[in-house]
């Protein structure tokens, strides 16, 4: 349990007597490829490492489009948080020791359970209202455990208490824009009976065949309509996630294919700079966050996992797999309440393993037992390698690898074999462009 809270919060993990030996785990049971899996990954999912015994909270508050409030925020006292950007639809689970923390949290599950979580703290910041639907509170312990879902996006306006930790905001609530078919006010009425939702290769086929008639009507070409379709754009997205996609349907689960909700999917579960997940987040309209997430995805198709610190090459884009129902990287929190955001893998390299029996204390995968694992190269602390601890549990052996750890480097010269030769360059240079940005 030490060994987990010190790793948390140190970023320079390394064996004293330096006998560590650099680890890689090829077997037949961590195949990518393979569907064979026994993990429950609802599980992982539910945070069952924070108990069994939470109260559940019934209901959901939806907040009205537009409108002014005052709302509480939530302000960890660890430097960790400000590498926090929750968005819609994310899980983010809590641990609090900090009192004003704890008050805050108290007041929220008496009121509408529902307070602002923005790694900015300043006029104008975007964040994301967080709900509460689960949570303990131990007395005797002075700590609060919740969980909570990211639910609206909302603008900070002003500032209250801000030199103190009961901090509010007065934020107005983001709308969702929605926006109608490219066609729908130019479309040629006789040929609704012919028109179909772009769902699949087959009916996207349908539907650009019948957009290329009804493009005649319009000063643009049908190609420039098909870029503001959300249901094409998320095809597209789709194309580049097929390799993940496979191994989320062979463990009972899928990437969802509504545009909005995949537009925040890949938001959360593709590894970004910071900047990049705000230019994300600033976006009104799911339309606009496809298209800045198909153009970055293009770019990093042939890219790899590295070291952020030194450029180690890590792991490949096809060793991800997942290993909780919400995705491929999820939030967890260790003991400490320090959060982690973790991405999982089948296969790792020029890792090193602190010496020692795994530990399953605060296993965040029940049935594994994790090992802190740091950089071969420079120590950094990467993450955890979790080894199953039951004859019966498939995959035997995963890399959990922190999201702040991990870059995007060159790929291998061949598919199969590593290249010594690293990408020395900026490791935050695959960045969206500002000129594709909207303002605010």
């Known amino acids: ?8 919060n140190d970023d320079d993990v390394q064996d004293e007597t330096g006998h560590q030996q650099e680890q890689e785990y090829h077997d ?60 819609p639809g994310q899980t983010l689970p809590i641990m609090e020791r900090d009192v004003f923390s704890i008050e805050m949290l108290r007041k929220c599950i008496a009121k509408d359970r529902t307070f602002g979580v923005a790694s900015e703290i300043d006029i104008n910041c975007i964040g994301t209202t967080a709900e509460i639907y689960e949570y303990l509170e131990i007395p005797n312990a002075n700590e609060i455990r919740v969980k909570a879902k990211g639910r609206q996006r909302f603008k900070i306006l002003k500032l209250r208490n801000a030199s103190t930790r009961r901090v509010t905001a007065d934020v107005q609530i983001l709308p969702e824009i929605i926006l109608p078919s490219p066609f729908f006010e130019h479309r040629l009425v006789s040929l609704d009976r012919l028109r179909v939702i772009p769902t699949n290769e087959v009916t996207a086929k349908q539907y650009r065949n019948l957009t290329k ?47 909005i909700d995949l537009s925040f999917w890949v938001a959360q579960n593709v590894i970004i700079a910071p900047r990049d997940m705000m230019t994300l987040l600033k976006q009104d309209c799911a339309i606009s966050r496809l298209q800045l997430q198909a153009k970055l995805l293009a770019k990093l198709t042939d890219k790899i996992f ?13 060793d991800v797999f997942p290993m909780n129902q919400e995705g491929i990287q999820s939030a967890y929190v260790n003991p400490h309440g320090a959060i982690h955001e973790t991405v999982t893998l089948s296969h790792a390299q020029c890792l090193n393993l602190v010496p020692g029996p795994p530990s399953t204390d605060y296993s965040w995968f029940p049935g594994y037992a994790w090992t802190i694992a740091s950089c071969a190269t420079c120590y950094t602390h990467m993450g955890w390698i979790f080894t199953a601890t039951r004859s019966d549990l498939k995959p035997k052996s995963f890399w959990g690898l922190l999201r702040t750890a991990l870059t995007w480097g060159d790929r291998e010269k061949y598919y199969d074999e590593w290249d010594d030769s690293y990408d020395h360059s900026d490791p935050d240079s695959h960045h969206i462009p500002e000129s594709e940005t909207s303002s605010d």
Request: with cysteine.
């Open 1 to 8: 349990m030490d060994d987990m809270i010190e790793a948390a």
């Open 28 to 87: 037949e049971d961590n195949d990518p490829q393979s569907t064979d899996s026994t993990f429950d990954m609802t599980l992982a999912t539910a945070h069952s490492y924070l108990g069994n015994d939470l109260e559940i909270l019934r209901g959901r508050t939806l907040l009205d489009n537009g409108i002014y409030i005052n709302l509480p925020l939530w302000l960890p006292e660890a430097d960790w948080s400000k590498k926090i950007i929750l968005f």
């Open 213 to 259: 008639k009804e493009s005649v009507l319009t000063p643009w070409p049908a190609w420039v309509h098909h870029q503001y379709n959300s249901r094409l754009l998320s095809l597209d997205i789709q194309k580049y996630l097929q390799f993940v996609q496979s191994k989320f349907i062979a463990r009972g689960s899928n990437i969802p294919t509504d545009p």
């Open 306 to 318: 590295v070291c952020k610190t030194c450029r180690s090459q890590i792991a490949k884009q096809t």
